[in-house]
């Protein structure tokens, strides 16, 4: 019997003399189907530093003007530290507002808890899961790496919150009444979190811990966006549209 045949790239089942995966598309000489599969360790890394064969030139000018852009706006963020006076002024934080009253909604049917703290996670998830897409489903690690940039800078925007829970000085929305001032311990999200948790004391280590891994995931976006322009530098062509490399 011979030996079972499998795509060199995706691990797909070959037919003998069969020369392109039907499931990747990946175009292989017939010999080459009985070569073992990558790991799958190696097979993440390529898809994270992925460049097609031809990179159209005004795509990648504007990645530059991206990541340009990301770099200076991220230090700000970095050097104000924990300060929702700053932070929340930002326009950034009302995109990531929207995000977060959305979670509330989302998560209530899990109960009083996860109504709480489904704010933040689903603020988290919006450009986490942008990113696991780019990289996977569209082959675009750039842009999964502005979405990592993104994800820092969203737990930058609730390390102020998570800093509040005890002090309770930051203004929540809706509050256009005494009744909702006097209110704001119960509808203060990091307050139930860490009050349920029995971490409340512990807010203000939280936070620089939120803030530290936000900082970090900004630096990781820009030096991996930074990485793949260049990679692609050398690849940069007239051509409309960056085809994927099905001969890699």
């Known amino acids: 019997m011979p030996a079972p045949m499998s795509c060199p790239r995706c691990g797909a089942p070959a037919a003998p003399g069969q020369t392109q995966c039907d499931r990747c598309v990946a175009v292989f000489a017939a010999d080459d189907a009985q070569v073992p599969t990558e ?21 990648w000018a504007g990645r530059a003007a991206v990541l340009a852009l990301l770099v200076p706006w991220g230090a700000w963020f970095i050097s104000r530290g924990v300060d929702f006076e700053v932070l929340n002024g930002s326009f950034l934080h009302r995109v990531d ?8 909604l989302v998560f209530t049917p899990l109960g009083r808890f996860m109504m709480f703290l489904g704010g933040s996670l689903f603020q988290l998830l919006v450009p ?31 390390a102020p919150y998570v800093d509040d829970a005890r002090s309770l000085a930051m203004p929540l929305i809706g ?9 704001r311990a119960a509808r203060h999200d990091w307050h139930n979190i860490l009050s349920t948790l029995g971490w409340l004391r512990r807010d203000h280590s939280l936070a620089k ?3 530290a891994a936000g900082c970090a995931l900004m630096v990781v976006g820009c030096a991996w966006g930074g990485w793949i322009l260049y990679r692609q530098w050398s ?14």
């Open 97 to 104: 507002l929207a995000f977060h009253e959305f979670g509330h």
């Open 39 to 59: 790991s799958l360790g190696r097979r993440v890394l390529d898809a994270l530093l992925y460049v097609p064969p031809h990179v159209n030139r005004m795509n």
């Open 128 to 158: 986490g899961v942008l990113a696991v897409a780019f990289v996977f489903g569209q082959r675009n690690p750039f842009g999964a790496a502005v979405c990592t940039w993104w994800l820092g800078q969203s737990l930058l925007d609730l």
């Open 235 to 248: 690849r940069r062509s007239d051509a409309l549209l960056e085809e994927p490399d099905l001969h890699r």
């Open 209 to 211: 811990v939120v803030f």
């Open 175 to 183: 509050e256009w009444s005494d009744e909702a001032l006097e209110a």
